[in-house]
């Protein structure tokens, strides 16, 4: 599907907006929705490891799989039905060495149609609001097994049979995202492949979570982000955009608070039609009128507007990407940092007693991606919509010949086009092979130096 957008890339607003044509006007760029709701995956067939070069470390960092809405609208009347009847959670157990996988539990939700549940009264099917779908569950073991043929088969950084502390993994509180994890893992190391390892899963209180939007952690997000609603030109989008927003809502029944007058309106839209048309659900229809492809064209063609307007084209997006986007690049390079120090190691003993995972595992939301992808500058405003199951690897390798050390990043499996400095003309470091000097050197004006300062309220 071809959409003309508002959005350019050719023009000059790649580094700022001109206030007087907003939203800019920008041609031919693709938005599907079938793009939307499966991300690519890297293939060992194409995957070509770096010249002359040893794989060290890999960092992945992906989106939870398709879901549920993740709001609740009155006049949803979609039976959500996509849920797996019985969760999906594995825990892996060391009970005898050589035997894998002791222990599987399985939870489940009641889809069962009595009155005691209000089955159908506000909400029907067996998912509840944000749940991981049977699909999303399958999107992400899939992604795992994609892992385990590059990195196990392939490369052989990991081993074939699970042995302790060589990957652990990091998921966000949120029940769909330690799902999804979870379902990475079974396909990187699906039940019956043996070892006797077990696998550390963590995530961080929500008070210090790092992967996503969090005021809990950090009260300026929010002042920051009321700051952009706030500039005459997120305005203009708001009052250009207001009509079609109410006409929708006729059909979706959002409260007045998601339409309060200054939020990211579109993107609650496509919260709603998004799993909709990824699992070919009836379009919402309200007295007569229904939601059209158009409408979800539509809808996807602002959220991308107001995305690319907090991460890139408004004033304060540089400090927005910083506190939401810059504090987790902050240990994702301590992390890089560690494992280099660990490689440079030259005392056998202390080599081996301190061997560092091999692989760590991030799954998060879009919101934990798309900051990394406007911090690094993507040439691509496609990729200011994080589809489920998004995915970036991070590779560590150590230079044969120069001994230096080099990052290679891969978005959805492709390599990560970055734009060039509209002074020097030049890109910030080719993503393909980038030296970890530069690569540190260039992320650290996106650290916060302070977290704790930074993140207070300014008055
Ligand atoms: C959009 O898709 C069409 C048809 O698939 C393709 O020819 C065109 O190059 C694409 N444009 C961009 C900007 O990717
Ligand atoms: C990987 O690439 C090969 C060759 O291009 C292709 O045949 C295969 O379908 C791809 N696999 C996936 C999972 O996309
Ligand atoms: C299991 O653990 C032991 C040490 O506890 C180790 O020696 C062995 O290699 C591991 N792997 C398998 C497949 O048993
Ligand atoms: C947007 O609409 C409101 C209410 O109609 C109006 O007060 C405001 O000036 C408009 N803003 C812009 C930037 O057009
Ligand atoms: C909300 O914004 C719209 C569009 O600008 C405007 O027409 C409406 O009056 C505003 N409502 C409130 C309560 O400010
Ligand atoms: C929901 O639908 C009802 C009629 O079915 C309609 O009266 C109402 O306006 C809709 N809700 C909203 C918030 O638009
Ligand atoms: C930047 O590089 C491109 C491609 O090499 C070239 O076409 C363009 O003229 C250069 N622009 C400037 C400002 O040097």
Redesign the pocket.
């Known amino acids: 599907m071809v959409l003309k957008i508002y959005l350019t890339i050719t023009s000059a607003l790649i580094y700022g907006i001109n206030a007087t044509s907003f939203p800019p006007v920008v041609e031919n760029q693709n938005i599907s929705k079938f793009a939307y709701c499966q991300a690519g995956y890297p293939n060992a067939s194409s995957y070509k490891p770096m010249d002359d070069s040893t794989l060290l470390f890999v960092q992945t960092i992906s989106r939870h799989g398709d879901r549920a809405p993740s709001n609740y609208a009155l006049n949803d009347t979609t039976v959500w039905d996509i849920c797996p009847h019985k969760q999906y959670r594995y825990a892996y157990a060391n009970t005898k060495?050589?035997i894998q996988g002791g222990v599987k539990i399985e939870a489940y939700t009641d889809d069962s149609d009595q009155a005691a549940n209000m089955a159908g009264l506000y909400w029907q099917g067996n998912c509840y609001t944000g749940q991981l779908s049977r699909k999303g569950v399958s999107q992400l073991e899939t992604y795992g097994s994609e892992l385990r043929k590059i990195y196990v088969d392939k490369m052989k950084l990991l081993d074939k049979?699970l042995?302790?502390n060589t990957i652990k993994v990091r998921h966000t509180g949120v029940p769909r995202v330690q799902e999804s994890a979870e379902g990475l893992v079974a396909g990187l190391y699906p039940f019956g492949s043996?070892?006797?390892g077990t696998v550390h899963f963590t995530s961080f209180p929500p008070e210090k979570e790092t992967m996503y939007f969090n005021p809990l952690m950090c009260p300026r997000v929010a002042q920051v982000k009321a700051l952009m609603r706030a500039t005459p030109e997120y305005q203009t989008y708001f009052n250009n955009s207001y009509s079609d927003a109410l006409r929708l809502n006729k059909i979706v029944g959002y409260s007045p608070s998601v339409m309060a007058n200054s939020s990211f309106i579109f993107y609650s839209f496509a919260d709603i039609f998004s799993p909709i048309e990824c699992n070919g659900k009836p379009k919402l229809c309200n007295e007569g009128t229904c939601i059209t492809d158009d409408d979800v064209e539509l809808t996807l063609k602002y959220t991308m507007f107001e995305y690319l307007y907090s991460r890139k084209l408004s004033p304060y997006a540089n400090e927005y990407n910083r506190l939401a986007g810059g504090a987790f690049f902050s240990q994702l390079n301590a992390e890089l940092s560690k494992q280099i120090d660990y490689d440079m190691l030259e005392n056998c003993a202390e080599k081996t007693k301190n061997r560092p995972v091999r692989m760590s595992i991030y799954v998060g939301h879009d919101e934990t991606i798309l900051p990394m992808l406007a911090i690094f500058k993507t040439n691509n405003i496609e990729n200011y919509i994080v589809p489920y199951a998004g995915n970036i690897l991070i590779e560590l390798w150590r230079n044969n010949i120069d001994k230096k050390y080099y990052i290679r990043a891969l978005y959805n499996g492709q390599q990560i086009l970055t734009l060039p400095d509209p002074t020097t003309n030049t890109s910030w470091c080719d993503l393909n092979k980038c030296d970890w000097d530069t690569y540190q050197k260039y992320l650290a004006q996106y650290i916060p130096a302070n977290v704790y300062q930074e993140c207070k309220l300014v008055q």
């Open positions: 060495p050589g049979e042995e302790d043996g070892g006797n």
